[in-house]
């Protein structure tokens, strides 16, 4: 697709990848809805970028209710380009995390990109195209000490992406999903390396799975949604793991073929 004359919704814009990515779009000629909590850092950029800034807290789902509608009603254009890239890491032992932490986690990594695709599809249909982006990781192919609920809802977004993949076959909609290992520099980096367990594991790995830089993730990224790009996977080097699990979603996928996704 052509990024130019789209509207981008781009979560967690307010620092790291996604202000990296939401940048990236605009500089393109969409115009960018940045959503996130921090109202100030989404109001500078908002306004750097000729964009538009809606301030919600993901988990909390009076605050994420209508947010595609929301952010259509305001630019007074459909969203055609949703980039699920909020996310919390939480990293520490199991045995620490409170039932908030492991409710959120999951509210914020897979409840909420699940939603704002839901309310994104209709619009996206009726536009004519679309591009939903889900910014998972390599942590949900391989897993580390510290980041096991995370791991999960890694996992959980990669395969949401295939689902997406099966349920909108046919439709001009494409999925992109994102497997990095670690990118710098972000906050998030900073959180998961301060636990020591997982700081040794990126230590033990890092021939493998050395760091991605965050502007060349965005790149990246805004490349993959102009091409209708299934797959971004970074390091190259370590794109054999992410492989290596699509293969039975792949197969499952061509083994469909010719199966109607909708009743
Ligand atoms: N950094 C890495 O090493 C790494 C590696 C692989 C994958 N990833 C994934 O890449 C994505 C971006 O991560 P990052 O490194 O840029 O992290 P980051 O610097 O910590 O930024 C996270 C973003 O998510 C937003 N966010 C967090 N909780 C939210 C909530 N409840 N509601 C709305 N927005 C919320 C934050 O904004 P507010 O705090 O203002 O709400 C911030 O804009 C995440 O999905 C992460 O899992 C990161």
Request: aromatic share 2%.
């Amino acid at each position: 697709m052509q990024i130019a004359g789209h509207h981008a919704l781009v979560t967690g814009a307010s620092r790291g990848l996604g202000e990296a990515i939401a940048r990236r779009l605009a500089a393109q000629g969409a115009t960018v809805t940045c959503v996130a909590r921090t109202a100030d850092a989404l109001a500078a950029l908002a306004d750097e970028i000729d964009g538009h800034a809606l301030a919600a807290d993901l988990a909390d789902p009076a605050a994420r209710r209508d947010v595609v509608a929301r952010a259509a009603a305001a630019a007074g254009t459909p969203v055609t380009i949703l980039v699920n890239n909020a996310g919390i890491d939480l990293t520490g032992h199991f045995a620490d995390m409170s039932a908030d932490d492991v409710e959120r986690l999951i509210a914020v990594n897979v409840t909420a990109p699940a939603e704002l695709a839901r309310q994104a599809v209709p619009g996206m249909l009726e536009a004519g195209e679309g591009s939903i982006v889900l910014i998972s990781s390599m942590a949900g192919v391989g897993v580390f000490p510290g980041l096991a609920v995370y791991s999960a809802t890694k996992a959980a977004l990669t395969h949401l992406g295939a689902g997406l993949r099966a349920d909108l076959k046919g439709t001009p909609i494409a999925i992109t999903v994102v497997q990095t290992g670690l990118i710098t520099p972000t906050d998030m980096a900073d959180s998961v390396r301060s636990y020591a367990p997982a700081a040794a594991s990126f230590t033990r790995f890092r021939q493998l799975l050395p760091a991605t830089d965050v502007d060349d993730l965005a790149d990246a990224v805004t490349d993959a949604v102009a091409a209708g790009r299934r797959h971004v996977r970074r390091p190259r080097r370590a794109g054999l793991f992410p492989l290596l699990t699509e293969i039975p979603r792949r197969m499952t996928e061509i083994l469909l073929a010719g199966v109607s996704p909708r009743a």
